[in-house]
Structures are given as structure tokens and as C-alpha cells.
């Protein structure tokens, strides 16, 4: 199972850098963004097998294809953002942290209109 290698890959970082975090800290927050590529290069076969079948549930409920590369795409941004605040909040950088999460919540925001404008002309469609 991956869930076994990545928690496995994750214990053994954690104590290298809690090691080498009293004497390197700079290495050792190097060292936990290097562990998050890896882990992040390994789901991404999981990830595109998610992205294809949701384009292919999409075609089947006929469901412009558009929208789903939109929620795809706010997906992306969050774990992205997630993922920097994290490596942000390990190098202590919380103020830095923050306003990528603001960021994020803007850029979502803003991919999230054309979906939003849909469902009220679905709506307004439906009410006479």
C-alpha cells in the first residue's frame, strides 16, 4: 500500500529534521520541501486518474467541460496553497503562511465566478 511507504518516508523525515534542525535549520525546512515534492510526484499518477474520470463523468451527464476544469483547477489551488503555508508555517514564517491562504481564497473566488453565474442562469431559467 502507498499509504505505508508515505507515512514510512514521512517518520524518517521527521526525525532527520528534528535532528538537524537544532544545528541547520535552514537544511532542515529544505529537506521537509524536498519530502513534500516526492510525496506530491508519487499521487500524481492518483491525481490524473481522478482528473480523467471526472471529464469522463462530465461528457456522460452532459456537462460542459469547462466547469469541470474550473472546480479542477480550485482544487489545485487549494492543495497548492495548503502546501506552501505548510512549508511556510515549518519555517516559522506564519505572518507569510496566512497571506497565502488569502490568496488562495481570492484566486478561488475569482475561478469560482463563471460556475456561480451558471447556476443562477440554471437558476433564473427555472423560475418563470
Do not use: H, W
Request: hydrophobic fraction near 60%; include cysteine; glycine fraction near 6%.
Amino acid at each position: 500500500m502507498e499509504i505505508i511507504k508515505i507515512v514510512g518516508l514521512c517518520l524518517v523525515a521527521t526525525v532527520l529534521i528534528v535532528i538537524i534542525k537544532q544545528q541547520r535549520p535552514e537544511l532542515a525546512v529544505q529537506l521537509s520541501i524536498v519530502v513534500g515534492a516526492v510525496i506530491f510526484t508519487m499521487m500524481l499518477g492518483k491525481i490524473n486518474s481522478v482528473i480523467t474520470l471526472m471529464r469522463q463523468l462530465a461528457q456522460k451527464s452532459d456537462i460542459n467541460v469547462l466547469y469541470m476544469g474550473i472546480i479542477l483547477k480550485i482544487v489545485g489551488v487549494a492543495y497548492i496553497a495548503e502546501f506552501g503555508a505548510q512549508i511556510c508555517r515549518d519555517a516559522g514564517e506564519g505572518a507569510i503562511a496566512s497571506k497565502i491562504e488569502f490568496a488562495a481564497k481570492v484566486i478561488v473566488i475569482v475561478l469560482a465566478v463563471p460556475v456561480i453565474a451558471a447556476v443562477f442562469d440554471s437558476l433564473l431559467k427555472l423560475v418563470p
